[in-house]
């Protein structure tokens, strides 16, 4: 007889916000092979960057995300994505706070290769 | 002066689940280098099956998703996720019909290799 016996948790967003407050500060969450996912709270203006090794896709959970680019931008809402291709520049704005998923590979940062104090503590887990 | 015009999309999840109504048929919404995001709906049971070569991650949009191992359960509602570790045999169950995301290497096929009927079309855009 078979019995199935243990109960594995969900990850679940919400709850994974409660724990912290600071902004453009990423926490893992999740590793997918080599990539992560990551938690985070932005709000207001971050700095030009891209990742030339890498796409990175992000998904609104709460609040509005607008990603400008050089040519031109995205809006994103509640229940929307957004990949950006690897070495397209971009810079993430938030008028309010905006709560987020990101996915990207390990050992991403935040600031691409601009670096700067605005680069965040990388591999950060919650 | 830099004038930014283009408006670019976003990837909305509610609007393309609108565009189809098939259960166990997913489709890809976008690329992450060589992962893919695909969007499915399901319901009812499927087989048990693992993946090999990859972890495989789930995100609930609607309903509840119920993950059996032969060891125990994961249940996730919105907002939740879970991540099957490669080689762990899963069977995804719905009691109602659940919308989720499904991220995972660009070819992994829905029944990992165990083939058979319930194989879906792969890599099919929408």
Redesign the interface.
């Known amino acids: 007889m ?1 019995v ?11 709850e994974k916000l409660s724990l912290f407050s600071d902004q453009w500060q990423p926490r893992v ?5 080599d ?1 992560q ?1 990551k938690i985070v709270r932005i709000e207001g203006d971050f700095i030009w960057h891209d990742h030339k090794d ?4 992000f998904i609104v ?1 709460e609040g509005t995300l607008r990603i ?10 509640p ?5 950006v291709p ?1 070495g397209v520049e971009h810079k993430p704005y938030a008028e309010h706070e905006v709560k987020m998923l990101l ?3 390990r050992g991403t940062l935040n600031t691409g290769h601009e670096g700067g104090e605005r680069t965040a503590q990388n591999d950060r887990w919650i």
């Open positions: 078979n199935a016996t243990k109960t594995y948790k969900p990850i679940n967003f919400a969450l999740a590793e997918l092979n990539y996912f890498t796409d990175e896709a959970i400008d680019f050089r040519d031109g931008s995205v809006t994103l809402g229940g929307e994505m957004y990949v690897k996915i990207e590979p």
